[in-house]
């Protein structure tokens, strides 16, 4: 079991950065894929970037390259993203999650949730 806890959404003007992160606990969770998703109103949750349970693999989607970074520190056991340059079709609520190995890193199915942070960029 892991258990996936979102920090650092907020409200930001267009052009702003924030940095949410994800601390995750429960055994063997530096085995994991771990990855971000966001969810709009009125929308189906959609990937935006993963990593490996090694780090060495990352994957984003195309809305996102150039402007997040995914990142993992092991002995914190937190998975970080990075976004700069956010634009107002960045807002949405942001997920973490995690899947056991085997699956394609850009894949929705994954194993676990957190239960979100808010995004919200607006002038």
């Known amino acids: 079991q892991v258990q996936l806890v979102e920090s650092g959404g907020g409200l930001v003007q267009p052009g702003d950065s924030l940095r949410l992160s994800c601390a995750a606990s429960?055994?063997?969770?530096?085995?994991?894929?771990m990855g971000w998703f966001r969810q709009a109103p009125g929308k189906e949750r959609e990937f935006v970037a993963a990593?490996?349970?090694?780090?060495?693999?990352?994957k984003y989607a195309d809305f996102v390259k150039g402007r997040f970074t995914i990142s993992r520190e092991y002995a914190k056991s937190t998975v970080s993203l990075q976004m700069n340059s956010l634009k107002p079709e960045d807002t949405a609520a942001y997920y973490c999650?995690?899947?056991?190995?085997?699956?394609?890193?850009?894949?929705?199915?994954?194993?676990?949730w957190g239960q979100g942070t808010q995004v919200t960029v607006s002038s």
């Open positions: 999650a995690a899947k056991k190995l085997g699956r394609s890193l850009t894949t929705v199915d994954y194993d676990y």
């Open positions: 429960g055994r063997t969770v530096g085995l994991y894929d």
């Open positions: 990593i490996s349970w090694n780090g060495r693999t990352t």
